[in-house]
């Protein structure tokens, strides 16, 4: 068996330098990698839907509580080649798992699959899963229980071909889940995707901000977050690594003193708007639940019967796109979307982020730029209007 062991880290956990890998959507490869650099992450590199650094334990805690446009937050514990089930299952018994987490944590391999020697993930999570029970086992210890939706340590195996990297999974839930939304509403924006798209478009605080179908409230909460430089994990309450047995608490909370310490008091002007009053209650909620509910000013307002603002805006939108309108419903909504836009907001820059494939033609002007990114398996585009001024007034001697 031609197995190599890359990357074997029961010390390095506790006190070295590792590889990270950071998982995001594609598309927001670029912003994740400028964030990343930011916090000081040494040798980063970008990839499909990742980035790869360089970092310690504390780093790791530190990419967890600060990263907007980060899904998940991987140390890769192994990678090594294989030529059949059983070598794979050798390769996953002979990590000294109990090095990692005590038996008594629940367990839960993800796998993504890219290979002829298996054509159904979940059997390779389930092999997986029976060499780290028997070798909790073998060690003299019960074996781990599993729990497939809420894991204490959620596991990861990506296998191309016939090469596969195991990671440990420090995040545990995916990252978008911050823990101020205790309410939804119908398809709500994934607070990664409402971050990447106002790192994508270059806002800042300087610019009033209009979020006219909020729905939830997340770009309005994301872009308060943003100003004011509150990390994204302050209201989450849960982390994979907590469970690993290099957690260092008190580390993280020097890392999260550290990170609130830096919260500003920005002045910014965010204006959330929807024309359903039940989604403006739900956004209330979540803005209250992020602390900002005073400084976000909620109404319940119909896009297409509004004014413009007074000065150059940014208006970030993602409207309905589907299942619940008819055809021609839809094409009437964007429609009324171009016009409302551009007679009632010239000077602004509006970025809309849509799966509605005639979104362009609908709108009926023409964007500045075409940005594509993935919302789960669904293609979707972000696209810029640059609202020149002098619109408004050629449209006003019009009328
Ligand atoms: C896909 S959801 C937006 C999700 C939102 N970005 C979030 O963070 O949850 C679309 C929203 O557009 C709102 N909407 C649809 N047409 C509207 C209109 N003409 N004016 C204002 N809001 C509208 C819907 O009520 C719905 O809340």
Known sequence: MNNSHINSLHNELSNGQFQILVRTYSGLEEVLFREI????????????????????????????????????????????????????????????????????????????????????????????????????????FPRPFVDARNPDVPLSVYIKENEATVYLDSSGNSLHQRGYKPEQVHAPLSEVMAAGILKLSGWSHHFPLIDPMCGSGTFSIEAAMLASNVPAGMFRKRFGFEHWKAYNSE????????????????????????????????????????QFVDEISFSVADFLKSSGPERKAFIFMNPPYGERLNPDDLAQLYNGIGTTLKHYYSGCEAWIFTAYPEAIKQIGLKPSAKIKLMNGPLECLLLRYELFAGKRTEFKKQN
Not at 101 to 130: C, E, P, Y
């Open 37 to 140: 650099a930011a916090l000081g992450g040494a040798e980063p590199e970008k990839l499909n839907r990742a980035v790869s650094c360089k970092g310690d334990m504390g780093f790791v805690y530190k990419l967890n509580l600060s990263l907007r446009t980060a899904v998940k937050v991987l140390v890769p514990i192994k990678q090594f080649i294989f030529h059949d089930n059983n070598s794979f299952y050798d390769a996953l018994f002979e990590i000294d798992w109990p090095a990692f987490f005590s038996h008594d944590k629940t367990i839960a391999f993800d796998s993504i699959v890219f290979s002829r020697f298996f054509d159904n993930s979940m059997f390779v999570s389930q092999l997986a899963k029976d060499a780290v029970a028997d070798r909790f086992r073998k060690a003299g």
């Open 251 to 290: 580390l993280v909370e020097q890392i999260f003193n550290g990170l609130m310490s830096r919260i500003s008091e920005t002045p910014f002007e965010i204006k959330a708007s929807d024309r359903d009053a039940h989604a403006i209650a739900i956004a209330k909620r979540n803005a209250e639940a992020a």
